[in-house]
């Protein structure tokens, strides 16, 4: 009997007999486990799918389709407007400001848009950014969402613990933007975000670093608590000027906890639906690995090393070994330290190596979920042992939003 690896890596090569890589695949089954256990993290409140997290329509859609899914974030205005116009939904909160003119005078002049779309806002400059497209008489009220900074900044704040995002940092600068924004004609402030990036997005189990996970824990915990305070008497100071339709946190490593606070409606998640390598380092939940992509063996340099065409996909962030792929299936192989994953080939190591030959695959698993989506045109859908669809990615429709 194989192993559970052997099986997965026996039913992909299959499924995709037909296909010639490298090409991507996006296991069905183990998108919809995701799926539904971000769901029951969140114990009942809303998740908001982050599509920078998946990069394709069809995907989108099916995951909306699940219970306890509702309503999109987007990365892009531009990428807002087409997927409300291609029917993906009509909620889509864009994550970040935009300074987009053409985007904006598209949202201004369509009322229909303006009422699915919702915009960021940390300062007045974005707010004047708008009205220079289109003064506020002459457009349909934009709905903003305010973004509070959900950084830790302890020891008087000469510590900042987290991502540089907003300026919005207390509750008092949240009030202050927020009574801007209730002064300002043509705007309605519907929303506040604050993405704790420290704690979703940070894994806390790194492999083989114990001291450091133990530090990342503490932070996250003290940081935690400080945040639950600060949230809350933020939104507070906002209710004061607006009626506030949602607060918006968390992401797919901190679904449970931002759930449990009060001040929180929804919660954002996106990555855990392709399950990339990621966030194999953390504990309160590892999703499977939905989203795999396959390259070739070409050649066999020397004994105990093989090499396959292509490979460099790496993923954004801080440069280093947790942002390139990682060879998956067969089990048993790694990158070289000396040249990492290549933009035309990648050697791989390992006891595998030896067992493979030309035209064989290699299977990886992206660090990152949706920038693999950057590399192909398309994704193979695999329902068990078959490929039940192939869809197109934002690639793929002829879009790179970013």
């Known amino acids: 009997m194989g192993t559970d690896r052997d099986d997965v890596r026996e039913r992909l090569d299959g499924a995709t007999a037909q296909f010639d890589p490298p090409f991507a695949v ?7 486990a995701n799926t539904a256990a971000l769901a029951a993290l969140a114990a009942g409140k809303p998740l908001r799918i982050a599509s920078k997290s998946v990069r394709c329509r069809e995907l989108l859609t099916r995951a909306l389709g699940r219970p306890g899914w509702r309503g999109v974030m987007a990365y892009t205005l531009r990428e807002a407007l087409w997927l409300v116009r291609g029917g993906v939904a009509r909620d889509v909160l864009v994550a970040y400001p935009t300074a987009d003119r053409a985007a904006l005078a598209e949202l201004c002049r369509d009322p229909d848009l303006a009422a699915a779309v919702t915009i960021m806002v940390d300062g007045a400059a974005q707010l004047d950014a708008v009205d220079a497209v289109a003064a506020p008489g002459r457009r349909t009220p934009i709905r903003v969402c305010l973004d509070l900074d959900a950084s830790w900044r302890p020891l008087g704040g000469r510590l900042h613990l987290g991502v540089r995002r907003s300026p919005v940092h207390s509750p008092d600068a949240a009030g202050r933007l927020a009574a801007q924004i209730g002064a300002r004609p043509g705007f309605r402030l519907v929303g506040l975000m604050a993405y704790e990036a420290q704690i979703a997005g940070l894994g806390d189990a790194p492999p083989g670093r114990a001291l450091r996970a133990a530090a990342i824990r503490a932070v996250q915990r003290r940081s935690y608590r400080e945040l639950l305070r600060r949230r809350g008497a933020a939104v507070a100071a906002v ?62 340099p020397a004994p105990g090393i093989v090499t396959v065409l292509g490979g460099g996909w790496t993923a954004s962030g801080p440069a280093g070994p947790s942002r390139l792929p990682a060879p998956w299936l067969p089990a048993g192989l790694r990158l070289t330290g000396a040249e990492g994953a290549g933009e035309v080939q990648t050697p791989l190591t390992g006891a595998a190596a030896d067992r493979l030959q030309p035209g064989d695959r290699v299977w990886f698993r992206h660090a990152k979920a949706g920038e693999l989506c950057e590399h192909v045109n398309e994704l193979h859908l695999v329902d068990g042992d078959r490929v039940v669809a192939t869809v197109p990615t934002y690639r793929g429709e002829g879009h790179a939003f970013l």
């Open 26 to 32: 996006v296991d069905l089954g183990a998108f919809d």
């Open 239 to 300: 209710r004061a000027h607006a009626d506030l339709e949602f607060v918006n946190g968390g992401g797919t490593g901190s679904v449970a906890a931002t759930a449990a606070d009060a001040a929180v409606t929804e919660v954002t998640a996106g990555s855990g639906l392709f399950g990339p390598t990621l966030f194999d380092g953390y504990r309160a939940w590892r999703p499977a690995p939905a989203a795999v992509f396959a390259l070739p063996v070409v050649r066999r």
